[in-house]
């Protein structure tokens, strides 16, 4: 088995076993903080399909991420005031339910990756930075500007949505309910990552015009590659705002956008877990580092320059070398 | 609505533009000689306005303070730039997103660390403190006429800069061709310290001047980065008359949307749900801006057509 | 025989004051090699990309087997039967051998977007992909990664590309830039080989290789074909001899 592999599955039963004892133990923090891992690091295997398999280096996922928060906040608030969301052209209720909600927070992130994809595709390289980073601007603007939903001051989302058979409220129910997402996205992830789709996604990243040449479309690749990444992190996002009970503009800030990029980089760019991997090491470093000191954004400011700088291929390159060849 | 009212949002308009230009001049120029995106553009403007502050507090001059942020924002560019970006300049886009997003969280924590939380307040010199009557009856603050007035002028000494000057020359050759550069025996690491310490200076100058009007803290550069970024876009990477351009109609679409779309939809809506409608509609208008740019023009109104080599 | 898989007609192409192409007009037959020659900057490169659609002309058209392709994308084109290799090679590095033809496979029969069967699972297009691979003589490099194969290695690797896309035409670019003479060897019988599968529209500088293997030479100078004819009366044609090979140049 090679290190890659190990690491791998290190990473998977590394975080169950972790909120698993934490449970035996009594610390439910410490289940919420893997709940967090995961749900952070589903974020980034949906940046790392756009990302890491298609070279798009997406500066605006907290759009995403915050959509699928807002598909949670508005479909709540209206089950609690039982109010329909809208009735015109057809009737949306509100909705507690985390699988009714999860649609809708994968639908409206889709049409929203399609909308900034279709447009931001125009562009490459460094104009594509720019204007994912724009759009997100947007949607953080808006959201702030917008009274309806809690404006800047966000909504609260009082009791957590329920799936079935379980008790969401319990730190690991709901864990459980996370880590199965992101399991889910993995699985998605690997296999499309060496399906015929991933193959000519893969092959964009390294040469846009040979892949053209051999009769591919690629601005419909890389469009279907964003909406497909669009929606893993709006998922993402639901599950966070879920977790938090709570979602506000700030889920759609530029910042939130850098972080979850970090997660992609800090693992290793492309590698299927390194998401998971980069968001366990946020986690531990806001933990511990923000334990020593209240400035501790300082340190992992270093840490992040010291990794790009010295270490490419992230965490999953130093412990794992380089990436294996594609397939 | 007066005539007068609207030549003040339009002039306001015409500032915030300007101060815009100001970042977007240093990003443009430092994307188009050295192919590098710098996200921590927006903590040299932060440190400009934070050393402004600081100095004009300690001697009781705004002249000593913008003098200060010129000097720090240069200083913490050619810092930045000997010992971060140097390594990143043949790196990709991705490295160089990380590395400077790292840099961000760097200088951000850091000036917290030393200034603290609470934002820092610097006040218009009195020589320009008063307003001066305008057409139609009202009255235009000073000061804000005269960052009209610096931007302008910033605008012009950098075109006669890069085309009247054996600095601009090279730039202009550095824009083209690297290794052409090289070939004309041009030191090209100084060069780049050179352009990366005026871009700096631009930014922290910018920092300074709008110190005055908003407060000074921590994380007022970055909206004011992705504004430039806005700006290129819509200008094309590496002109310098695209961001110019580019930044006037930014903020003076901001401007004017802010202040006339919630007047608008009073048409339409109670007074309420107009000015919800009407903010909410204008916080997007410079990206609708944007992106009706990117419909037309793909590479900005001013960008070089890309074309196959 | 005027049934021409390939017609240009009055292709023009200026970038800013500078003319590349100026009022082509050239037509490929079937079965045929058809050489594209002339001095550096003659705008060689440029045609070939406004055949393959990654340049856009300021006017005139290109005809695919009768089929007006002005306005089809690069993608569309091949998809049309245009098969086109790069003058500087161009394959995926980090895939290895057999991925990359895999993926033109994939490109040619349409199958992309499928995304949960692994690509190299696809029994009939890794086989198609085989083929084409041993066609060039690469069957044992198969799993070597793109990047560590050899130059002209590499070009074989573009030339089976372009096959497993089974085109109407080939497009070929200076199939032999950049390789020594055992190398160049190799190519030359691949290319061929190719005239009976496709015609090739073959842009070389190689004057050997071109009078070895065109059915056809055109000379194309400033932007404008200067003349095109059977190698012979290229040779013997005294404008071509001016203003592009010298006065006393010996072929």
């Known amino acids: ?327 | 609505m007066t005539a007068s009212l609207i030549l003040e949002q339009l002039l306001n308009g015409v500032q915030f533009g300007v101060m815009i230009f100001l970042m977007a001049a240093g990003l443009t120029l430092v994307f188009g000689v050295m192919g590098l995106i710098n996200l921590a553009h927006g903590s040299l403007y932060m440190i400009g306005a934070f050393a402004s502050a600081a100095v004009a507090a300690f001697t009781g001059s705004f002249f000593w303070g913008l003098a200060a942020s010129l000097a720090a924002a240069a200083a913490a560019g050619v810092l930045v730039e000997a010992l971060v970006m140097r390594r990143l300049y043949d790196r990709d886009h991705l490295d160089q997103v990380l590395a400077t997003f790292a840099l961000i969280l760097i200088f951000s924590e850091g000036t917290r660390w030393v200034f603290g939380s609470f934002p820092l307040y610097l006040d218009i010199p009195e020589v320009l403190s008063g307003a001066v009557p305008i057409p139609g009856g009202g009255q235009y603050p000073v000061y804000r006429l005269c960052i009209i007035f610096v931007g302008l002028a910033v605008g012009v000494l950098l075109y006669w800069l890069i085309h009247h000057t054996r600095l601009g020359i090279r730039i202009r050759a550095g824009e083209n061709d690297r290794e052409m550069i090289d070939a004309l025996g041009v030191n090209i690491s100084k060069l780049y310290t050179a352009v990366f310490a005026i871009g700096a200076a631009l930014a922290g100058l910018a920092g300074a001047m709008v110190g005055a009007i908003q407060s000074v803290q921590v994380g007022m550069g970055e909206p004011v980065l992705i504004l430039a970024f806005v700006v290129i876009v819509i200008g094309g990477i590496g002109s310098i008359r695209g961001a110019f351009i580019g930044s006037l109609l930014v903020g003076v679409t901001d401007t004017m949307g802010r202040f006339l779309l919630p007047e608008f939809f009073r048409l339409f809506f109670d007074p309420a749900g107009a000015t919800a409608a009407g903010s909410a509609i204008a916080s997007m208008a410079i990206y609708l801006l944007m992106a009706v740019v990117l419909i037309f023009r793909p590479s900005g109104l001013f960008g070089a057509r890309r074309v196959e080599s | ?251």
């Open chain 1, 1 to 327: 088995m090679n290190r890659e592999l190990l690491l791998n599955f290190a990473i998977g039963l590394g975080l169950p076993l972790v909120a698993g004892v934490a449970l035996l133990l009594d610390e439910p923090f410490v289940v919420t903080l893997a709940t967090r891992v995961a749900i952070l690091g589903l974020a980034g295997v949906g940046l790392n399909l756009a990302l890491g398999l298609g070279g798009l280096v997406s500066f605006g996922h907290a759009v995403f991420f915050g959509i699928g928060g807002y598909a949670v906040g508005v479909l709540a608030s209206h089950a609690q005031l039982y109010t329909p969301v809208m009735t015109w052209p057809f009737e949306i209720s509100g909705s507690s339910s985390m699988p009714a909600i999860w649609l809708v927070a994968i639908v409206a992130s889709a049409l929203a990756g399609l909308l900034i994809g279709a447009l931001s595709l125009r562009t490459s390289g460094v104009y594509f930075i720019m204007i994912t980073l724009a759009f997100g601007q947007m949607a953080y603007y808006f959201a702030i500007s917008w009274p309806a939903y809690g404006g800047e001051d966000g909504l609260s989302i009082y009791v957590r949505n329920s799936f079935p058979r379980l008790n969401t409220l319990v730190p690991f129910d709901f864990f459980v309910v996370a880590y199965c997402v992101l399991l889910c996205a993995i699985l998605l992830f690997s296999r499309v990552a060496i399906s015929p789709f991933g193959l000519a996604l893969n092959a964009t990243r390294q040469n846009l015009a040979r892949v053209q040449s051999v009769g591919i479309e690629t601005y419909r690749l890389q469009l279907t590659a964003f909406v497909l990444s669009a929606v893993i992190t709006g998922l993402a996002g639901a599950l966070y705002a879920d977790l938090n009970r709570y979602v506000s503009p700030s889920m759609l800030s530029w910042t939130i956008s850098g972080e979850i990029m970090i997660f992609v980089i800090l693992g290793g760019v492309g590698r299927t877990w390194a998401p998971v991997l980069g968001a366990a090491v946020f986690v531990i470093l806001e933990q511990w580092l923000g334990g020593v000191s209240e400035y501790w954004q300082i340190f992992l400011g270093v840490i992040l320059l010291a990794v790009v700088l010295f270490a490419r291929g992230g965490l999953y390159g130093m412990i794992a070398g380089e990436a294996r060849h594609h397939g």
């Open chain 3, 1 to 251: 025989m005027d049934d021409p898989v390939l017609e240009l007609h009055n292709l023009s192409k200026s970038f800013g004051a500078l003319r590349v192409t100026n009022d082509v007009c050239l037509k490929v037959e079937r079965k045929t090699i058809h050489a594209l020659i002339g001095p550096n900057g003659a705008g060689k490169s440029t045609l070939i990309g406004q055949i393959a659609g990654s340049i856009l002309p300021d006017s005139g058209q290109v005809i695919l087997d009768g089929e007006d392709i002005s306005n089809v994308s690069v993608a569309g084109r091949t998809r049309r039967g245009l098969a086109r290799s790069f003058q500087v090679s161009a394959v995926i590095p980090d895939f290895t051998v057999l991925q990359n033809g895999v993926l033109a496979v994939q490109g040619s029969r349409g199958i992309v977007y499928r995304f949960f069967r692994p690509a190299l699972g696809e029994g009939a297009v890794v086989d198609q992909a085989r083929t084409r691979i041993e066609a060039v003589g690469l069957a044992d490099r198969e799993h070597v990664p793109a990047a560590a194969l050899s130059h002209g290695e590499r070009r074989r690797l573009e030339l089976a590309m372009a096959t497993a896309l089974d085109p109407k035409i080939f497009l070929l670019d200076e199939p032999m830039a950049g390789i020594g003479t055992d190398g160049s060897e190799e190519i030359t019988t691949i290319l061929d080989g190719l005239r009976h599968t496709a015609p090739v529209l073959l842009v070389e500088h190689d004057m050997d290789v071109v009078f070895r293997l065109a059915d056809m030479v055109s000379v194309l100078v400033d932007g404008k074909i200067l003349a095109t004819g059977k190698p012979a009366e290229i040779q013997e044609n005294p404008d071509v001899r001016r203003v592009y090979l010298g006065e006393d140049f010996e072929f």
